[in-house]
């Protein structure tokens, strides 16, 4: 089973994307979605993730900015993400935890954001 991941792509500063992630077969146990992103010489950081109850927790940078949500009968999260600034341009992944402890991840998909 595979995450893909779709939405990301070029802005301008103040813009918004929409990013989703959708597994490719069925995961059973999944009670954490979420995203993280990569910037270029950074290590990967927590963006924001939602559990099945529908409790957030979000990055400080971008909370009140961007908002997760999810589908879990489809087993699909988003990623909304408004007023974008340069500094949230990185590479964006998908992730599901399930409740055994096995994590999934996407391929990642670039967010570039121009002042």
């Known amino acids: 089973v595979q995450l893909q991941a779709s939405g990301g792509g070029l802005v301008q500063a103040g813009g918004s994307l929409r990013l989703s992630c959708a597994a490719s077969?069925?995961?059973?146990?999944?009670?954490?979605r979420g995203w993280y992103r990569q910037a270029p010489g950074k290590e990967r950081e927590l963006v924001g993730t939602?559990?099945?109850?529908?409790?957030?927790n979000y990055e400080d940078s971008v909370r009140g900015r961007f908002t997760v949500s999810r589908d879990v009968r489809t087993n699909t999260v988003y990623l909304q993400a408004n007023s974008l600034k340069p500094e949230d341009t990185a590479v964006y992944f998908c992730?599901?935890?399930?409740?055994?402890?096995?994590?999934?991840w996407g391929q990642g998909t670039l967010v570039t954001v121009s002042s």
């Open positions: 939602i559990l099945n109850n529908g409790i957030t």
């Open positions: 077969g069925k995961i059973s146990g999944v009670n954490v």
């Open positions: 992730s599901m935890k399930t409740n055994y402890g096995r994590v999934y």
